[in-house]
């Protein structure tokens, strides 16, 4: 039978060592953040307590040969060291504890600036990041409330588009006067303008979520182009939805097609200058120190520019739809409304369904 | 305070594209602001087509990758930030329309103000921005 010789240690011999393996554990504690309750004090009275019932127990650890003999001296002596050492290890541990107080401070802060940034994401889709430089709080909440107010206002649009939708649908199949029906292509495309309005202010507010297509279903975001659609994307679905076309007719939407791939391919190639130009600016200088706050900032400066381009995107939208009301007639202009809302409108069904659809059992 | 325009506008040290047919002379870039330098008149005068625009500025970009397209080689001057607020003053006096702030980009054609990027892309889509560059003779064929 073979037991750890520890088991067979006198108490009173165990008594005398307590204090200082006591106070040592609480180091090894600390650092595998265990008891991390017990105060100085408490430290220290317990230390005092076990020092006291040691000052009596190391009498009798000595031989008793030549306990009478050294009593005044070697025991003071000894009992004066461990009191010392005692004190160092207590004020070692209270400066531990201190240490580790203010590591759990920083980590707390540090979960709350998380759990917000987490919070500021969630509600606003998986492109936005925050930035912890800029004062979170107060830049998420202007964010948010700007961004809050679009979402509504753009359900309230999505409605009022189905209800257009409706009206030219009904207004073409029955036969309407040209004038009336002059009326709802002019409402409908007004319609679009007000969309583009209301994009440029949440813009103002934050560009990459306007960028993102966040309020758009994942169809439509896969055809995003500069946060909405391709004016040349457009006519390629439109035009064949308007026949028949007379030749001049067809000359000059060949003209607008070509106009818009021009001008798309210019924005194009704007945003990558503008890519290039973020990217260089950010990753200036010395690279691996930690510090990038002057190149962090400057970056912002520069991304500013997107505001302008998302800007010049929608214009451009605008832009072409105003022109194919000009070269269309009203009948056409009505159908190519019709078709450009269905088409949305089967964009988002494909959407629906692509989230709907069965997966295969794992 | 405004610079005194009749007889001496802005003095630009700027970087010249050449822009046909109108001949450009090289400009030394950034020497000494009166010696080296053209005034904005002259540029103006002397191009069918000029950008006015800052420096790295991605709009500009746009601007003259879309007059490329259309076979326009615009002379483009890049202001430096601190004659940006002269230039402009100087660029709107020469508008037609007094009252409107310049923004940068600007564009001239043929000598005259044209505008910024919204109306050059408003011009371009409904098909008049071509013929006003075949009139300056930014552009043939």
Avoid at chain 1, 16 to 42: C, D, L, R
Avoid at chain 1, 266 to 272: R, V, W, Y
Avoid at chain 2, 37 to 44: N, P, Q, R, Y
């Amino acid at each position: 039978m073979d037991f750890p010789s520890t088991q067979f240690v006198p108490s009173r011999t165990m008594g005398t060592y307590e204090p200082i393996h006591q106070i040592g554990m609480w180091g090894e504690n600390f650092k595998s953040i265990g008891n991390a309750n017990i105060s100085a004090s408490v430290i220290v009275d317990v230390a005092n307590k076990l020092e006291n019932e040691s000052e009596t127990t190391s009498h009798e650890m000595l031989t008793p040969s030549s306990k009478h003999d050294q009593e005044a001296s070697k025991p003071f002596d000894k009992v004066q060291r461990r009191l010392a050492q005692n004190r160092e290890a207590a004020r070692k541990s209270r400066l531990r504890k201190k240490a580790y107080v203010q590591q759990l401070e920083n980590s707390r802060l540090k979960l709350i600036q998380l759990e917000q940034e987490l919070e500021h994401a969630r509600q606003q889709g998986p492109y936005v990041g925050g930035g912890l430089e800029a004062g979170l709080l107060g830049i998420s909440r202007a964010v948010n409330s700007g961004i809050a107010a679009f979402e509504m206002k753009y359900e309230r649009w999505m409605e009022e588009q189905n209800k257009n939708m409706c009206e030219l649908r009904s207004a073409l199949n029955a036969q309407i006067s040209d004038i009336e029906l002059r009326i709802l292509v002019e409402s409908g495309m007004s319609h679009y303008f007000e969309l583009f309005r209301l994009k440029s202010i949440v813009a103002k507010a934050d560009v990459f979520y306007v960028m993102s297509g966040t309020w758009k279903t994942s169809a439509e975001r896969f055809f995003s182009w500069i946060g909405g659609f391709r004016p040349s994307e457009l006519l390629k679905v439109l035009v064949p939805q308007i026949d028949p076309l007379t030749d001049q007719q067809i000359f000059e939407v060949c003209n607008l097609k070509q106009s818009c791939q021009q001008a798309e391919d210019a924005l194009s190639q704007g945003m990558e200058k503008l890519q290039e130009t973020v990217s260089a600016t950010l990753a200036s200088g010395q690279m691996g120190q930690g510090t990038y706050v002057p190149q962090v900032a400057m970056a912002m400066e520069k991304l500013e520019a997107l505001v302008c381009f998302v800007n010049q995107a929608d214009h451009l939208r605008q832009e072409t739809l105003q022109q194919m009301s000009y070269i269309l007639t009203t009948r056409q202009s009505a159908r190519g409304l019709l078709a450009l809302g269905e088409y949305t409108q089967r964009l988002q069904a494909l959407s629906t369904l692509w989230a709907n659809r069965p997966r295969e059992p794992a | 305070m405004q610079q005194a325009i009749p007889y001496k506008s802005w003095p630009l040290p700027c970087v010249n594209a050449s822009s046909r047919p109108a001949s450009s002379t090289a400009v030394p870039p950034r020497t000494g602001k009166s010696n080296g330098g053209k005034d904005v008149l002259e540029i103006v005068s002397e191009n069918a087509v000029i950008v006015f625009s800052r420096e790295g500025c991605c709009m500009s970009h746009v601007v003259r990758r879309l007059l490329l397209a259309l076979g326009v080689n615009p002379a483009v001057c890049e202001i430096d930030e601190k004659d940006e607020a002269g230039v402009l003053s100087e660029l709107g006096m020469m508008s037609r329309e007094k009252g409107k702030t310049v923004q940068f980009p600007a564009v001239f054609i043929g000598g005259r103000m044209f505008g910024g990027l919204d109306k050059v892309m408003a011009t371009h889509i409904s098909g008049e921005l071509v013929p006003v560059l075949k009139d300056a003779g930014a552009l043939w064929l």
